[in-house]
């Protein structure tokens, strides 16, 4: 099996993923960053600054993993490396996103309580 | 036999795939309705939200499905060691037959959809759970009101 080959797949799915899924947060996480700071230009700087560092930790992490694959002498392993490599790479990016989300709700909580201690 | 082995990933892709797109669309078009009530009815953030908690459920359960996706193959390879005038002769043979194929094609898919009911079970509780906190604070908000008015 052409190790190149398998490679350009590779770097195909994994970048059309990681576009995707960017493009998908970058729209609707503006809501949740918008109810946290109150300020539409401050949020859309926020926005803008961890989608860069999500394109920037994903697609190192692709560019890292390429030299990671293991041995491809058939069909077979080729698809087992490239499912593996696709599925840690969309279990980190699961991981990243509900980290994101918790943090977001947590920062949100903590907001909510402090405006419930000056109200009272 | 290296062709079988293929034949059940080319089955299992589309199935775990079609599996989770399934589960996801059901869940979260009903889930939207708790989300409404989590954010007492701000049309946006709900719906964002909700959109959020679906990338994110897409990400995990199709990375497990891949990422688990592999067959051991030294489950069904047999090991012989043979003494051939004095020189040991080891063989291995790759007894993967139409059997072994929906043994394990049906005992990775039922792994994945276990961990998706479990999945879909964590989610269920988080949404109670919002909801219940939501109602709480809600009647908080009114009583310090009402003790304003006083």
């Keep these: 099996m052409n190790t190149l080959f398998v490679y350009t797949i590779y770097l195909c799915i994994a970048g059309l993923i990681t576009i995707q899924v960017g493009k998908d947060l970058h729209r609707n996480g503006y809501h949740l960053i918008l109810d946290l700071f109150d300020n539409e230009q401050f949020s859309k700087t926020v926005n803008n600054l961890l989608l860069t560092g999500y394109y920037l930790v994903n697609i190192g992490y692709i560019a890292i993993t390429v030299s990671k694959f293991g041995a491809m002498d058939s069909e077979v392993q080729a698809i087992e490396e490239l499912s593996r490599n696709v599925g840690t790479i969309l279990l980190i990016l699961g991981t990243l996103h509900f980290n994101n989300i918790i943090v977001l709700h947590a920062l949100s909580k903590r907001k909510q309580s402090i405006i419930n201690y000056i109200n009272t | ?150």
């Design chain 2, 1 to 150: 036999m290296t062709d079988l082995i293929v034949k059940t990933y080319i089955a299992y892709l589309p199935i775990a795939i079609l599996l989770t797109f399934i589960v996801a669309r059901i869940f979260f078009k009903n889930s939207k309705i708790f989300m409404l009530d989590i954010f007492s009815g701000r049309q946006e953030i709900a719906t964002s939200t909700n959109r959020l908690f679906e990338t994110g459920f897409y990400l995990l359960s199709l990375g497990f499905a891949l990422f688990r996706m592999k067959i051991n193959k030294s489950q069904f390879t047999t090991y012989k060691n043979e003494f051939v005038e004095g020189v040991r002769v080891s063989t291995e043979e790759l007894g993967y037959g139409m059997q072994e194929l929906f043994e394990t094609l049906s005992s990775k898919i039922g792994m994945l959809s276990v961990v998706l009911g479990i999945m879909v079970f964590f989610l269920m509780f988080m949404l109670f759970r919002g909801k219940k906190k939501s109602a709480a604070g809600r009647a908080r908000k009114e009583e310090l009101q009402r003790m304003q008015e006083i």
